[in-house]
């Protein structure tokens, strides 16, 4: 699948638990000057059933990855999606178009997990994924630099900056993708 032949992009947007994933998605899909359909693949998962099990130690799905690709495929050929995940590396590179991913303070992340309840080791797992950069890391060995971008998610500001840069980007790409597919 050509990722010029799409109408609109497919974005990932990413990071560790905690970092405003969904918050920006949700936003971004709302002011997008094209239309993007907000997959919360943490909700599909569940939804869909796309699982292997339920790890209770961990309180998380073991996700059946091929299930899951097999299921966002049909959306990802047509475009205009935004991918919202705790990871990325499982999206193949030829689905994205740009990579978003979301840091935060650690002090502050730990209390974002606190208050939504995280097990005491879940929210240690995570600090230290997020001070290693481990999210950021993945999206950087798993797709070509110039399309992941790194963006802090501390606030209400951050979170407004954040997403008119995307609609910025997705600006450029339809004006990019529609002079490519008047010259083909």
């Not at 130690?57 to 050929?77: A, G, H, R, T």
């Not at 840069?165 to 997705?170: M, N, T």
Request: glycine share 4%; with cysteine.
């Amino acid at each position: 699948m050509a990722a010029n032949s799409r109408q609109s992009p497919v974005i990932i947007i990413t990071g560790t638990p905690g970092t405003g994933k969904t918050t920006h998605a949700e936003m971004l899909a709302e002011e997008s000057p094209v239309p993007l359909k907000h997959v919360n693949v943490s909700e599909w998962v569940r939804e869909k059933g796309l699982y292997e099990d339920f790890d209770e130690e961990w309180q998380s799905y073991n996700v059946d990855e091929d299930k899951l690709l097999d299921e966002l495929e049909p959306l990802i050929v047509e475009g205009g999606v935004i991918l919202d995940w705790h990871t990325c590396e499982v999206f193949p590179e030829r689905w994205a178009d740009l990579v978003v991913v979301l840091r935060c303070d650690h002090s502050q992340l730990w209390d974002r997990l606190e208050k939504r309840g995280y097990p005491l080791k879940k929210i240690q797992e995570n600090n230290s994924a997020e001070i290693m950069e481990v999210v950021l890391d993945e999206a950087r060995t798993s797709y070509p630099s110039e399309i992941v971008i790194d963006l802090k998610s501390e606030g209400t500001q951050d979170l407004e900056a954040n997403v008119a840069r995307i609609i910025e980007w997705i600006a450029a790409w339809k004006k990019d993708h529609s002079a490519t597919s008047i010259g083909d």
